[in-house]
């Protein structure tokens, strides 16, 4: 491997850690703060593909470190992968006080060829050979189907293909035997693209798409040689072959090249009522559709034959019902068409949550589309080209909560998973049926047999209804799946627990919160008979603990080597939780007292992490590291850098690492499926700018309590103590890999969230939780010319805790617009926002936090001068937005006052970095609430409009606006800011609510440090608490609630909050208004 070459690290791109694409990075152009050039075009694929040569990645080849852990207790030299990554550090992902010339507004498009320069580009141009280049061009038009797979084509215009069936008894039809070719094999492939249709794309090669089975046979017997292949494939340039990547299948990349000049004449586009908006199954080649004139009873034409009585094909009728679908969201459309003048509508907040938009689809669609709390567009009309998205000025991208807890999840048990062949796209209510026995990918167009298997439908026991079956039904589905899709046998559920017991940790008292937490919830750990659990201790020194059956109390052993750190006694440290209970129990029980007399303030913490890596990498797993002061001995160790006085719009501000090692570590732990989640309970600055990376390359989760301490903060301690149950109970998954794909022409380029981007676009996910969010940006590469919608499927193939390999697939359907006031119909407003705050992330670590910001607030100005000067007719004085973005400059106002993005010293640098880490991983609705939290009056709530949940009633109060103006001293007011909660009484507070709810006689008598509402037998008492324990329970997190008086002192925190007013160094809502107005006019 070549270090200096960077591999992907480009020097030239500063911050560009691996997974950000070098989108991200301002560009180094001198003009334009908008690219429309179409060389962007051919470079965004050059740029897409960057990533994927990243990796100077261990092989993922599980067991592959693991000699070093069996050879007992001599130090060993570090196994290949931590050698490996010294690529990684040279490449120097982490230039310190960088600063790439700025411009203040985000490329929402990809960057020009010209970035990164030099090697990267011949580089990439190789690889896009490698991946892409084996179908010569010749093949295009051959027959390309793979022997027994065959297409037919649909003669346009005529009658739909004669098949008839025969129902094999009303058992499923046997896998095995796959039912004769109905049609003999010389007809042509696919008939010449009939005029007028929808883009028909031709079936990809098998070079470039080998059917499933064999790929998944071949994948299993040549794993291993591929993952002993794997770093010496990467040192020559090439893509690095990774198992997991083949499992999950490739993305469109590479395969859709070939796919894309063969576009017939395209058919002039449709009037816009005339455009069926998705209704019924998109892109029906004409052949089809014409079957059925629209209006015609369905599908149920005597050209289906089903001898015995099976039910005929039946295809939602395509008819003038997709009309009257876009006729129906009319009135919706004209709300959303409405402009709005900002200065003059000062009531723009909605009273109830505002809830995502829905995409202007047939209802038949719709109601089978994805639950946008866990998928989401900022778009939900998708422009035709990128030259349109230019023009709208909005960011085009995706926001995740993919393992989100399911009420319901249709799971499904088939020997077929039934793919594309050329995409490997999951089947999905969205693809259309050509018939029976023919599917076409929404993704790629590629014409798929339906297998044998498929035509048996599990839920109605009826044969010949493909289109019924659960995948086609669920746009939200779980597959378990067969063996091809495991590079080894699923590994059993393994927890390690690493404790910081210096003398601060203890001086703290959280170990006996966190011993305490987890021997009440040991039963709790997701598992099954394989589950393992291990302990880990450190100060200056590691100690590590052996659990071995017939000891009778655990055994200690101290490492004091941590130059060298090596395992003293591999096997017995992480042993079977069920059969080592009692030993575990009492080490849980005893750990809190064993260094109550310890002296020692030095933290080893690097070190401990290297001992845990090496522990783990045999099985891989989840490592809870516990860490409460600045690491100061061996590897790892930090210096402060926080100067409290420090302005935050200081170009200087430490948001970046500054090390490595611990992004090499987590790296590391990645190729071993290992996550790091971090547990900071710290007073003192700790530098999470550089002990965070430990968590959010191993896609791992950081958690930070500030000033913890057991006696003098004993918020946190109930604070640490909820979530660190939500956190030991909640659902896991091992060994994931997440890939998303979309329609050809979309592109995906950059990748938000905790994780590793392996090999392009597959997100390595050693752990997933179901509380983590993911953002995605994209750009339309290809002009989406013909389409009525495009889809966007989410893939996460991992095991779970019970040992099952499972595949959760989401898929979105959109429809595509070709106006730029579509556009802005369709904008979600919160999604955008939420991409924002996490492109400003990005921007301020690479570049500085006032560029972050001022890129926010460009990102208003041109939107709204965008509509401004091309959607509306009329110019009217005034700051006019669309009905759609009506909340857009509250929105990003709320995030320049944010913690992460405010300016001033209010915020120490540990919680901002904190605050950024949230954005990055927090999924959307969360990301909201910290943002722009909800301020209710609740001094006078009633049933009226009231939640009924199991027998409780939980009152819904109106949402208000965070202005002063809006409080009243005589209320009592909650604002739920996500994390954290304030209860504001004003001082003539009826004296009803002050007895029947806080339990006190007076306002005086209110105490000063009242974090709790007494459990009181009122009604008024039983409102309030209700309506708080929902709020609460709809949270991965326990937010701690403050009950304040006018002379409190946490009083500024509510007051910051505010968003609508002035503060000391922000502007009010008002001015802001008045600014963005004085820009768009300019
Ligand atoms: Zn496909």
């Known amino acids: 491997m070549h270090p200096s070459d960077g591999q992907g690290y480009s020097p030239s791109v500063p911050g560009a850690y691996s997974h950000q694409m070098p989108a991200k990075v301002p560009p180094h152009q001198s003009s334009g703060q908008y690219n429309y050039s179409g060389s962007q075009i051919a470079s965004q694929l050059n740029n897409y593909q960057g990533p994927g040569q990243i990796l100077n990645r261990p092989p993922v080849a599980p067991l592959s470190g693991s000699p070093v852990q069996q050879t007992g207790s001599v130090p060993q030299v570090l196994p290949p992968a931590l050698q490996n990554s010294a690529a990684v550090s040279s490449a120097g992902g982490f230039p310190p006080g960088a600063s790439p010339p700025v411009l203040s507004n985000w490329q929402y498009s990809q960057t020009p060829v010209s970035h990164p320069a030099g090697s990267q580009t011949s ?111 990467a040192s020559d340039g090439s893509v690095v072959q990774n198992s997991y990547d083949a499992i999950e299948g490739g993305g469109l990349m590479g395969k859709v090249l070939e796919l894309t000049t063969t576009h017939p004449s395209p058919a002039p586009p449709n009037l816009k009522m005339g455009r069926s908006v998705g209704y019924s199954y998109p892109n029906l080649p004409p052949g089809y559709q014409n079957t059925s004139p629209p209006g015609a009873p369905g599908m149920q034409t005597p050209a289906l034959q089903y001898p015995d009585g099976s039910k005929p094909f039946h295809q939602p009728p395509l008819g003038p019902n997709h009309l009257t679908a876009s006729m129906g969201g009319l009135s919706l459309q004209q709300e959303g068409l409405r402009p709005v003048n900002l200065l003059q509508e000062r009531n723009i907040l909605p009273t109830t949550l505002l809830q995502a938009p829905v995409p202007n689809l047939h209802e038949d669609i719709q109601k089978l589309n994805c639950n946008p709390e866990l998928f989401r567009c900022t778009l939900t009309n998708i422009p035709q080209t990128q030259a349109l998205l230019n023009k709208a000025k909005l960011p085009l991208g995706l926001l995740l909560h993919p393992f989100k807890d399911l009420s319901q999840l249709p799971v499904v048990t088939s020997s077929t998973i039934v793919r594309c062949r050329s995409c490997r796209t999951y089947i ?33 026991r009826a044969y010949g209804e493909p289109h019924k079956r659960p995948e086609v039904q669920n746009a939200t589905i779980e597959f378990m799946a067969p063996s091809e899709y495991m590079l080894r046998p699923p590994q059993p559920p393994v927890y390690l627990f690493v404790f910081d017991v210096s003398h601060n940790a203890i001086e703290t008292g959280y170990l006996n919160t966190v011993c305490k937490t987890l021997l009440d919830n040991l039963d709790l750990l997701p598992g099954n008979t394989r589950t393992k659990i291990g302990f880990i201790t450190f100060d200056s020194t590691i100690h590590f603990y052996s659990l071995q059956e017939g000891l009778s109390q655990p055994q200690m052993l101290i490492v004091s080597d941590i130059e060298d750190v090596f395992i003293p006694m591999p096997e ?194 050693p752990n997933v939780n179901p509380d983590a969010g993911y953002a995605v940006q994209m750009s339309v590469e290809e002009s989406l010319t013909d389409m009525q919608v495009v889809s966007f499927q989410s893939a996460l193939l991992y095991t779970s805790s019970k040992g099952e390999r499972r595949i959760r697939v989401h898929t979105m359907c959109l429809p595509v617009v070709t106006t730029l006031s579509d556009v802005y119909l369709g904008a979600d407003v919160q999604a955008i926002t939420g991409l924002l705050a996490n492109m400003a992330v990005d921007r301020s670590v690479s570049a500085s936090l006032s560029d972050a910001r001022d890129a926010l607030v460009n990102a208003v100005i041109d939107s709204l001068s965008a509509y401004r000067s091309s959607v509306l007719s009329i110019q009217q004085p005034g ?105 504001w009484i004003g001082k003539n507070c009826g004296q009803n609510f002050i007895s ?87």
């Open 428 to 460: 999905n209510p969205f693809v259309s049926f050509l018939d029976q026995r023919r599917w076409k990918c929404n993704l790629c167009y590629r014409v798929n047999d339906v297998p044998e298997e498929f035509m048996y439908n599990p839920v109605t």
């Open 572 to 765: 017995n440290l992480l042993v079977n939780l069920n059969e080592n209970r009692e030993l575990i129990q009492d080490l849980l029980k005893t750990l809190p007292q064993m260094f109550t007399k310890s002296l020692e303030t030095q933290s080893a913490l690097g070190p401990a992490l290297q001992a845990a890596f090496k522990l783990m990498s045999p099985t891989g797993g989840r490592i809870s590291v516990f860490q409460t002061q600045l690491p100061s001995v061996g590897m790892g160790a930090l210096k402060s850098r926080e100067e409290p006085n420090q302005r935050a719009t200081a170009k200087d501000i430490h948001l970046t690492p500054s090390t490595d090692f611990y992004k090499k570590l987590a790296l590391d732990c990645s190729g071993q499926q290992v996550a790091v989640d971090l547990f900071l309970l710290s007073g003192q600055y700790s530098d999470l700018a550089s002990l965070g990376c430990i968590s959010r390359y191993s896609a791992g989760s950081v958690y930070y309590y500030q000033s913890y301490h057991h006696k003098h903060n004993p918020v946190q301690v109930e604070k640490l103590q909820k979530e660190l149950k939500r956190y030991l109970t909640r659902k896991i998954g091992f060994e994931a890999v997440m890939r998303i794909r979309c329609t050809k022409g979309l592109s995906i380029h950059t990748f938000h969230g905790n994780f590793f981007v392996r090999s392009t676009d597959l997100l390595s996910l």
């Open 996 to 1082: 029947q709810v806080l339990g006190v006689p007076n306002y005086g008598s209110v105490p000063q440090n009242m974090t709790h509402l007494p459990e009181l037998e009122t009604a008024e008492s039983i409102r309030t608490i209700a309506f708080i324990s929902w709020l609460r329970e709809q949270r991965p997190f326990f937010p701690i609630l403050y009950i304040i008086k006018d002379d409190s002192p946490l009083k500024s925190s509510f007051l910051q909050n505010m968003i609508e007013d002035r503060t000391e160094s922000a502007l009010s809502y008002y001015e802001f208004l008045l600014h963005i107005q004085q820009q768009v006019n300019k």
């Open 123 to 233: 580089h990439l141009a190789h690889v896009a050979g490698t991946a892409s280049a084996q179908p010569p061009p010749s093949s295009l038009s051959g027959n390309t189907n793979p022997p027994g797979s065959y297409q037919y084509a649909a003669s346009p215009g005529g009658p739909p293909l004669q098949n008839s069936y025969m129902k094999p008894g009303s058992a499923p039809p046997p896998v095995t035997q796959p039912l004769p070719p109905l049609h003999p094999p010389s007809r042509p492939p696919l008939g010449p693209p009939p005029v007028g249709g929808p883009p028909l794309i031709r079936p990809s090669t098998l070079t470039a798409a080998p059917p499933s089975n064999s790929a998944s046979q071949s994948l299993l017997n040549s794993s291993a040689n591929r993952d002993g292949d794997a770093t010496s494939t």
């Open 879 to 983: 700051l006019m937005a669309p009905h759609s973005l009506r909340l857009f400059p509250l929105y990003v106002l709320a995030l320049l006052k944010q913690k992460a993005f405010q300016t001033g010293t209010n915020a120490r640098l540990d919680e901002r970095i904190f605050t950024m880490c949230q954005v990055k991983n927090q999924p959307l609705v969360y990301l909201m609430l910290m943002t722009h939290p909800n301020l209710y009056r609740v001094d006078n709530l009633t049933d009226e409009g009231a939640l009924n949940i199991n027998d409780r009633t939980i009152p819904q109060p109106p949402i208000l606006q965070l202005s002063v103006e809006k409080l009243s001293r005589d209320g009592a007011y909650l604002m739920d800011a996500g994390s954290v909660m304030f209860l």
